[in-house]
């Protein structure tokens, strides 16, 4: 089955950090662009970052450059996003998506973030 | 505020067809890059309904149509349903950003 399946998500302090996976499944991972989407509760969507099939281009929206860090393993069919420095304002569910020239066609059930202390 | 503005809702009788805008600027829909469209329903991950402007993924109904134009995009539902029902959102490349950008979402209220 063509699936994405994220998890890592908790309850963190301010400050603190997090480590966010995404196990992809039952396509040609090392093949596609990969992408993380952010919806904070009863919010819109907000791409965070995303990164190249070999790893060596990433590119990340203003608000986390610095803190966060994604990455992948081609070898483990696996995507992450490091989250450092976490704010109030990163709490959201995180949702990896295949990302294609004709749009993210695969997401996630995404995995919850909640900062607070 | 988001990149791209949508309204923030909007609402149709069954049967009925509605349009929801998609206003980018230079640096994006103006720039060429394609827009695409989501449909979430509540409680779920979006899903993929529009991609490069204008076309269906495999299984998306043809009561959904959209077009681009200029600097902005619209998505018209046809034949409204009640299933319909679900927050709408477009996305797009952003020079500017050297990122991908969404609009604000659209609540969708079948009445």
């Known amino acids: 089955e063509v699936q994405l399946v994220e998890s890592g998500g908790s309850v963190v302090q301010p400050g603190g950090s997090l480590r966010l996976s995404c196990a992809a499944s039952g396509f040609t991972f090392r093949s596609h662009w990969m992408t993380w989407v952010r919806q904070a509760p009863g919010k819109g969507l907000e791409w965070v970052a995303n990164?190249?099939?070999?790893?060596?281009?990433?590119n990340y929206v203003g608000s986390v450059k610095g803190r966060f860090t994604i990455s992948r393993d081609n070898a483990k069919n696996s995507l992450y996003l490091q989250m450092n420095s976490l704010r109030a304002g990163d709490t959201a569910v995180y949702y990896c998506?295949?990302?294609?020239?004709?749009?993210?066609?695969?997401w996630g059930q995404g995995t919850l973030v909640t900062v607070s202390s | 505020q988001s990149v791209l503005t949508q309204p923030p809702s909007v609402s149709g009788a069954p049967g009925q067809r509605v349009t929801i805008s998609c206003t980018g600027s230079r640096s994006n829909i103006g720039a060429g890059y394609d827009v695409h469209w989501y449909q979430q329903l509540p409680g779920t991950a979006p899903k993929l309904l529009i991609y490069a402007n204008t076309y269906r993924p495999s299984g998306v109904p043809d009561r959904f149509s959209a077009s681009k134009s200029g600097t902005s995009a619209s998505l018209v539902i046809t034949g409204l349903q009640a299933e319909d029902e679900a927050d709408y959102y477009c996305q797009s490349s952003d020079s500017s950003l050297s990122g991908s950008v969404f609009g604000g979402g659209t609540k969708l209220t079948v009445l």
């Open positions: 998506a295949r990302d294609n020239p004709g749009g993210f066609d695969l």
């Open positions: 990164i190249k099939p070999d790893g060596t281009q990433k």
